[in-house]
């Protein structure tokens, strides 16, 4: 094989070993994300497929005045947020009839305005000191805990034990701003 013939085909076969480093990067993170989950990598990636779908419909049928999270852990769904009325409350739950795989439904969505960007920056600041209290005390493993934080109240979801569940509340129920801690979890032995 000629010189030249062989730098083109190292250039051809590099380029695309580079096009698959952020896949497999992509990959790993999504996989160690799994791994450290007591869900199946299969129902992980449903609630994933859950999740979008959800969320679809929600923009789609409830209009702007609305602001509806929703979050899947093991097919529970937890819907978060404000409506203007108990009709649009009613309907974002009858939605998600439409999507297949989901095993129970808890409805907190409240009926008033939406919440304005700084309390949804609060939110997200209540959510990230429950998750570095989760770490710093380290009372369980953090990642088994999903928190979800709507209007300074706190919704923990996950496959956990009695014990780890009362750690996450404590120390959720301790944290500055948070004014509720609803329990959303689905207990194992």
């Known amino acids: 094989m000629h010189l030249l013939t062989k730098l083109i085909l190292s250039s051809a076969l590099a380029t695309q070993l580079v096009a698959c480093v952020p896949a497999v990067i992509g990959g790993a993170a999504a996989g160690g994300a799994m791994a450290s989950d007591r869900r199946t990598s299969g129902i992980f990636l449903e609630d994933e497929n ?48 439409e999507i297949p795989n989901i095993r129970q439904v808890t409805n907190e969505i409240t009926v008033e305005p939406k919440t304005s960007l700084s309390t949804r920056s609060n939110d997200t600041y209540i959510t990230s000191k429950i998750k570095t209290m989760f770490v710093t005390e380290n009372r369980f493993p953090a990642n088994l805990v999903k928190i979800v934080t709507e209007n300074s109240v706190v919704y923990l979801m996950g496959l956990v034990t009695k014990e780890e569940a009362e750690a996450a509340v404590d120390i959720a129920r301790n944290t500055s701003g948070v004014t509720k801690v609803v329990k959303v979890f689905e207990y194992i032995n």
């Open 50 to 97: 859950i999740e979008l779908k959800a969320v679809k419909k929600m923009e789609t049928n409830l209009g702007e005045y609305s602001h509806v999270n929703v979050t899947s852990y093991n097919r529970n769904v937890l819907l978060t947020g404000e409506v203007p009325d108990d009709a649009k409350k009613a309907l974002a739950e009858s939605l998600l009839g």
